[in-house]
């Protein structure tokens, strides 16, 4: 039996406080998701009668040679094995770690349900322009909506919204809608939701080859929020896809069920308020940072000098915790607002921002970052303003006062502003541009799968 077309969207994110204090449950972030959201459709494929496939075709229409084909066949434990299909020999196999991994853990996961359907399908990609530099750009004929950015996937350049958690999550959720029953999947349940996250994470983690926080799976699945981590031990006792057992272990990890622990997640989104009349901006700078090694060079210096880490990851809690807590205040307070308090609470976290890179060495707010967010916070409407996730040469976000006049100036601002970035430990000038995007609280969601057909078809 054919199932039904589904379609489901997820958020991009920013982690707006908190980026290598997320790491350790001890502390939490405080993450936005975005607007910038990454659509999947699912459908059955249209065979030739006669003709049978054990196949599922992914497709990514916005980029060139973004087509990956996937066999399935059932193991004998129960499980599912999936082969990439090589289109053309001659090109040989172009990998997608992120499909191929979410695929394989919501296939298996899928497994051990009763009488499972999986029977082939279509899946299609389409994502919100934003995640990625538009030069070269087009937008498709009929369609105002996704652009075709002529490139292949390693050729694109992202603006770091975090297009593998959204797409994970996006996906995950998609094939779980499509081939399970409501009974046994409903997105629209905090159960259903709980075990998206579930899967998602250990399939994002599976496919970037280390378990990180996982704030960006959790805003793609439940959207803005304060964010706890799991424990991370929760998945490093695993096996893979494609050996005995895999389906089954999965099942219990995300269910929590035979013995498999709690996942000890906790997401707030009651402590997280954007209160009306304000907005996240965010900018692109275009010289990128390399995210790991930072990660590695902090920890390596937290582990070499707890006590100077220690003094200032509190710092930096407490100062992300105000906040967060202002941002609430002035949410649910009436009347005129005072914003004097919420732009003390950007300048206690940049200044603490700034002593963990001179202690770890680290360029989390370099001199450059510095001047660029002092001039946008110089401007009217600009309340306050840091360097997001693990900071770098990457991006700035803002929080201003949602007005046009606001906006103009800053891209007044960006349009002259000549960003000193480094690249490979050489000086290089890069722009600022603002992105189109801006916060949305809500997470995951189920979309109607005919606003899609233009880009499907
Ligand atoms: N539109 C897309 N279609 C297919 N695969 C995609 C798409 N967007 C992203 N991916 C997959 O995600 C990978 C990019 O993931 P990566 O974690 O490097 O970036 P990111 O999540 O955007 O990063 P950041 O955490 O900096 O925001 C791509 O190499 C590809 O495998
Ligand atoms: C440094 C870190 O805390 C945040 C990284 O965020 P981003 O990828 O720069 O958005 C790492 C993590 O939380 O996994």
Redesign the pocket.
Known sequence: MAHTPVAVSAPGKVLLAGGYLVLDRAHTGLVFGLDAR?HIVAQPIHTTPGVSLNEITVT?P??VN?VWEYGYRRQSDGGINITQLSIDADLGLNK????ETALAYALNYIATTSSPNITPAAVT?L?DND?YSTSGAATEPGSTRFYNFRVP?SQAH?T??????A?VTSFTAAILSYYLPKESFDLSTDIGKRRLHNLAQAAHCAA?GKVGSGF?VASAVYGSCLYRRFSPNLLTNHTEPGTVGFAKQIKAIVDEVDGAPKWDTEIRKNEFKVPSGLRLVMCDVSCGSQ?PGMVKKVLAWRKEKPDEADTIWAELQNANDGLAAEMKTLAESQGTRDYTALKKCFTRIRTAIRTMSEKSDVPIEPPSQTSLIDACEAIPGVLGGVVPGAGGYDAISLIIEDNQATVQTLNKLFAHWKFKGEANGDEIEGKVSMLRVREEMEGVRVEDAKVYVQEIA
């Open positions: 990454i990514s916005q980029f973004a997608n770690p992120f499909i990609i994502a995640y996937l992202k770091g919204l975090g297009s593998s958690a797409l970037q960006d995210t």
